[in-house]
């Protein structure tokens, strides 16, 4: 039950832009986006619930196909200080399951 | 003020021993959670208590015991720690468990020797 993100790392360069995946093979109710720096705690980023509903930062942007199970999010003109590992975490459709599963991250980094 | 705070921060202790973990967080928040991050990153949830009730106990080893002696507590106490329970150990809280952001605590770093 897992989501799958992909990529794994990815490298810019300041002012680039990257999209994260995050795909389940299960119906989603919701996909929450957190970055984490090195040593630190995981930092909440943004919610997209069924339907359409999105809670977060106005300056990150993502997607939430629910047919597909996929959601991407979509980070432009990267700063230094993006650079960190993206989780993409999963809230099963159907009950209260009110669980979070976490994928396996992505790296990012961001170069001057 | 610190939102999440968990204590403490590092532990190092020998295979066998029990410890504990506290943590509290002062937002108000009905839910609190505790995920173990392994050395590979991956975050897994353990347990979640919604209002002092136990929500989600997922398939964790019956050595770890959460406890919330009220809604802005949660404290995790492990006996007879093994080299596997090596790993950081997060609290977050959240308003509600139904898909509202979660606040993490800084973590608590443990290594079983």
């Known amino acids: 039950q897992q989501p799958v993100q992909s990529p794994q790392a990815v490298i810019l360069r300041e002012g680039e832009d990257a999209v994260i995946n995050c795909s389940s093979s299960?119906?989603?109710?919701?996909v929450h986006w957190y970055r984490q720096k090195h040593g630190e705690a995981p930092v909440f980023l943004m919610i997209?619930?069924?339907?359409?509903e999105q809670k977060g930062h106005e300056k990150i942007s993502a997607s939430f196909n629910e047919k597909k199970q996929q959601s991407s999010l979509y980070l432009t003109a990267s700063q230094l200080s993006y650079s960190g590992t993206y989780f993409c975490?999963?809230?099963?459709?159907?009950?209260?399951?009110?669980?979070?599963?976490f994928g396996k991250g992505t790296l990012l980094t961001v170069n001057p | 003020d610190t939102a999440v705070s968990q204590t403490p921060k590092y532990l190092v202790t020998q295979m066998g021993n029990d410890k504990s973990i506290k943590c509290e967080q002062n937002?108000?928040?009905?839910?609190m959670y505790w995920y173990k991050q392994d050395s590979k990153k991956f975050l897994k949830i353990m347990f979640s208590?919604?209002?002092?009730?136990?929500?989600i106990n997922e398939t964790v080893p019956n050595r770890f015991s959460p406890k919330s002696p009220d809604k802005a507590h949660l404290n995790l106490h492990i006996n007879s720690l093994e080299l596997g329970d090596s790993a950081v150990y997060f609290c977050?809280?959240?308003?509600?468990?139904?898909?509202?952001?979660?606040?993490f605590g800084p973590g608590t770093r443990l290594t079983v020797t």
């Open positions: 997209l619930l069924k339907g359409g």
């Open positions: 208590y919604n209002n002092k009730e136990l929500i």
């Open positions: 937002l108000g928040h009905d839910t």
């Open positions: 299960k119906a989603l109710y919701s």
């Open positions: 975490g999963t809230e099963l459709a159907g009950g209260s399951n009110y669980k979070l599963t």
């Open positions: 977050a809280s959240s308003q509600d468990p139904a898909s509202y952001e979660q606040y």
